[in-house]
Structure formats: C-alpha cells, structure tokens
C-alpha cells in the first residue's frame, strides 16, 4: 500500500469511527467493518493494532463492561477474516467474510453476556440470551453490510478514480 492509500484508508476508517459516536439504531455500527476493511487494506499489525485502538478508546468513553473482553474476541474474527481477502478478494467473498464475521461476533459476545450471568449460567438460559440478541444480529448484520459496502465502495472507487489518474499523468512523463 502506498502512501496516498494509506493516507486515504485511514481517512475512511476515522469517517467510520465518527459515525460510532453519533446517534444510530443499535448494533448498527462500523466496527466489524473497520475490522474487515483494515484486515483487507493494512500489514498484518495495523490490522490489528488499529481497529482495537479504536474500539479502547471509543470505550473509555463509551464504557467498558463485563463483556468487552468478548466483544474485542468477536472483532478478532473480523479481522482475521479481512486478512483473509488479501490473497482470496472478491465480491463473493466479500459477502461471505461480511456474513461469517457478524455470525461470529453475534455467537461470541452473546456466549460472553451468558458467562456474565445475565440470562443465568443454564442451558435455557443461552438459549434465552441468544433469543433475546436475535434483534440485535440484524441490526449488526445490515450495519455489517452497509459500512462494508460503503467502506470498501468508497475506498476502490476513489482510489481507481484518483491513482488511475495520477498514475496515467505519471505515465506520460
């Protein structure tokens, strides 16, 4: 990645961080997004390193709770579902990696407010606190597709736009 991507990645990144503090329906953030997206576009540490910076210093004021080391475990697979469309990228996978990612997040941070106790450490009690987030999985879902869609539309199309551009003036010379 050079160095106008770089710089053009982590403009839309901090775009999206933005959006986290404004109003919005819940679940529906760009978080799993970011994570995908700096999996696709960074060196395996950036993808790493920033979206859960974002996410630790979106909590210092948003708050942490008995459940955050889950929800960071939730965006760990989106992430290491980006890095995946470094070498398999496509519309398809895209999609597929976008789907499994708010699959994983919903059964890992939901698994981590049933070992909180909130819905009580039973079996019908997972089943209760899966039941009770199913509303919750479709907001993440459409927001998951959405800022994907967004993020990664926004990213290709001014990138094609703008390098092809700077690249045929470059040619020319």
């Not at 920033?50 to 210092?60: C, E, G, K, R, T």
């Not at 989106?78 to 919903?106: D, P």
């Not at 990213?155 to 040619?171: D, G």
Request: glycine share 10%; hydrophobic share 55%; charged share 10%.
């Amino acid at each position: 990645m050079n160095k106008k991507e770089t710089v053009l990645a982590f403009l839309i990144i901090a775009l999206g961080v933005l959006s986290r503090f404004l109003p919005h329906v819940p679940n529906f953030v760009p978080v799993t997004a970011i994570a995908i997206f700096g999996g696709r576009y960074f060196s395996k540490y950036y993808a790493w390193v920033i979206p859960f910076a974002i996410m630790s210093i979106s909590d210092i004021f948003l708050g942490f709770s008995d459940v955050t080391l889950y929800v960071y475990a939730g965006l760990a697979l989106a992430i290491f579902g980006g890095t995946i469309l470094k070498k398999h990228y496509g519309i398809g996978n895209l999609v597929a990696v976008t789907f499994a990612s708010s699959v994983g997040f919903f059964l890992v941070s939901n698994f981590g407010v049933w070992m909180a106790g909130w819905y009580g450490r039973t079996l019908p009690g997972l089943i209760k606190c899966y039941e009770m987030a199913i509303p919750f999985f479709r907001n993440s879902l459409a927001g998951d597709l959405f800022y994907v869609t967004v993020m990664f539309g926004a990213y290709e199309i001014v990138r094609n736009r703008l390098f092809s551009k700077w690249f045929t003036t470059q040619q020319h010379i």
